[in-house]
């Protein structure tokens, strides 16, 4: 009975750091920050190398451009910018921020318009190398600043706190179709690249199945040391944390010794020396800057195309903060933190879209997964981690390394990580009653109808004519990307068709995604600035501001209503 007592009287705070080795608010010894830091590298890495096998075709490079390599190593430093902004002054959850595949769909549709198609091959054959590098820079341009001021779109819902007069609109029948459609639009980049050499396509994903499947709960002795009781042998789980690393370096080696003893003929895609020469190319040192591709160049139908990644990263990011808070032991985010962590990652896609990424940021759900894996949540962690990826991104010739991975080992990462990103989106069924014909209905139209209307409107470019060549693009940008298409039906007919809260999922979706506006004082100042807060504190105006760790709910809205005399 006393034991029941005790345990009745447990502190939230103890009951949430019972499951976690280092919480939130906890800092680990430097040199185990160091190894934990470069954990969350290494599960960051594996995702973001696919993005520019994607990007880099579509903006018309050679696959020896040295380039390509720069514009990886611009991604993994703008990653550890914006993950250490994100950490330090936004939501402050131990979350990595960085490049996403939810961006290249709209990009893609851009990039089809009849002003950005690629030229003819022999056209581009013809081409000396500075015409070649101005035909990619300038597509390059136009989808930075399309990134850029569509990014602003999300740093004003966040920061201004629009995203909880919306959150009841944002329904699980809106953000499955609107997630599950990034991998699903994106299955032709994963047989063209696989289709290459399919049995060392089929071997990667067999070997990513069997590690991060078949052998999670098998573990690796390792030498440890403990200053209490010395060298000790350790069981490390490598199967859980690295499958994709793991896998990569195994096809890899497959294909240098195919390569080394002649199986694969002169010019194979999967030879391994294909593309050293960029490794030898590339700089040893390079800093990448705001603008180095030229200037941005800015479209109505390239800002409304991107708009539809922009909604979709956000969708994404709502439904990870409060997991991570939960697997981190810290307390659920009040509203500052997450209007703070949406406005920080909209600035963070702008910077990247300005930087010349050719991508925008989105949370790594890979990274969420880790922290869950190995019970660190510690900020200092992803801190660390973020200076690991801006010193990566510095090198030039270690981005290099990752643009020479053979096509189709990469084309069997995305048979599985396309997948993945579709499972993630459909995941958020599980909330909705799916006996209800009225829900298979949304889900399946939602779902199907995209595929049909942006494949036809691929294979028919130039079809709208509207008199205005400006309307024109943005159309035929909007009605080719099918995040967009596919997220606004599921949303118009979930709020249009008659249906109850339990059949619509908005019961159960209201308890996973409560959100507070005052945050847990008793629990310490988790959310708070790392600096300045005696002084935010005594400003009776920040209590105004929805992104400041003492707003007050309503008080920012209140402004704009009329009091009745």
């Not at 699903?184 to 690249?193: K, V």
């Not at 040893?284 to 109505?300: E, H, L």
């Not at 990011?317 to 500052?336: D, E, Q």
């Not at 959100?515 to 708070?528: R, V």
Request: net charge negative; aromatic share 10%; charged share 15%.
């Amino acid at each position: 009975m006393c034991v029941n007592d005790v345990r009745g009287e447990q502190k939230p705070e103890e009951a949430r750091k019972g499951n976690v080795t280092y919480g939130i608010d906890d800092t680990p010894p430097w040199y185990l920050c160091i190894f934990m830091a470069l954990q969350h590298y290494l599960t960051m890495i594996g995702a973001i190398v696919a993005i520019p096998f994607i990007l880099c075709p579509a903006l018309c490079m050679e696959e020896t451009d040295p380039d390509r390599s720069n514009i990886i190593s611009t991604m993994i430093f703008v990653t550890g910018l914006i993950t250490w902004l994100q950490a330090t002054f936004g939501c402050r959850l131990p979350i990595v921020q960085g490049g996403t595949i939810s961006f290249l769909v709209p990009t893609l549709a851009i990039l089809n318009l009849p002003a950005w198609k690629c030229p003819e091959e022999e056209i581009l054959v013809a081409m000396s190398t500075e015409e070649r590098r101005q035909v990619w820079t300038s597509r390059m341009c136009e989808l930075s600043g399309a990134i850029a001021v569509a990014a602003l779109f999300q740093l004003f819902l966040g920061y201004f706190g629009v995203i909880g007069s919306l959150l009841r609109f944002v329904t699980p029948l809106t953000i499955a179709p609107t997630v599950a459609l990034v991998g699903l639009t994106l299955f032709d980049h994963a047989a063209e690249a696989a289709s290459q050499q399919w049995g060392i396509a089929a071997g990667t994903f067999i070997l990513l199945t069997i590690f991060s499947q078949c052998m999670t709960n098998v573990n690796i002795p390792t030498l440890s040391y403990n200053r209490d009781s010395g060298c000790t042998v350790a069981w490390f789980p490598l199967f859980k944390l690295f499958p994709v690393l793991l896998t990569i370096i195994i096809m890899w080696a497959v294909c240098g010794i195919l390569t080394v003893t002649g199986v694969f003929p002169p010019e194979h895609p999967a030879r391994t020396d294909l593309k050293v020469n960029i490794i030898e190319d590339a700089p040893w040192f390079r800093i990448p800057y705001p603008g180095q591709w030229g200037a941005p160049t800015v479209s109505v139908a390239g800002v409304l195309g991107m708009l539809a990644g922009v909604l979709a990263c956000t969708v994404e990011s709502i439904s990870y903060y409060p997991t991570t808070a939960r697997m981190c032991g810290a307390p659920p985010p009040p509203l500052h933190a997450i209007n703070r962590g949406l406005g920080t990652e909209g600035l963070g896609t702008a910077l990247a879209g300005l930087w010349g990424s050719g991508n925008g940021t989105n949370t790594f759900g890979e990274n969420v997964g880790a922290i869950g894996v190995t019970k660190v949540g510690s900020r200092r962690v992803v801190q660390f981690a973020a200076g690991l990826m801006v010193l990566q991104g510095v090198v030039g010739k270690l981005g290099a390394v990752f643009i020479i991975i053979p096509q189709p080992v990469v084309g069997g990462l995305f048979c599985v990580m396309f997948g993945m990103i579709s499972a993630f989106g459909l995941s958020a069924l599980q909330y909705v009653d799916l006996n209800s014909s009225r829900n298979l209905y949304i889900i399946g139209f939602s779902l199907f109808f995209p595929l049909v209307l942006t494949r036809w409107m691929a294979a028919h470019s130039g079809v709208i004519h509207t008199g205005l060549e400006a309307l024109d693009a943005v159309l035929q940008v909007l009605l080719s990307t099918s995040i967009l298409v596919g997220g606004a039906v599921g949303c118009l007919l979930d709020n249009v068709i008659p249906g109850t809260d339990e059949e619509r999922g908005l019961a159960a979706w209201a308890k996973e995604m409560s959100l507070e506006a005052a945050g847990a004082s008793d629990d310490g100042d988790t959310y708070d600035f790392p600096i300045g807060m005696s002084l935010i504190r005594r400003w009776k105006w920040t209590y105004y501001l929805p992104f400041m760790p003492t707003y007050e709910k309503g008080k920012f809205t209140a402004l704009f209503i009329k009091k009745k005399l």
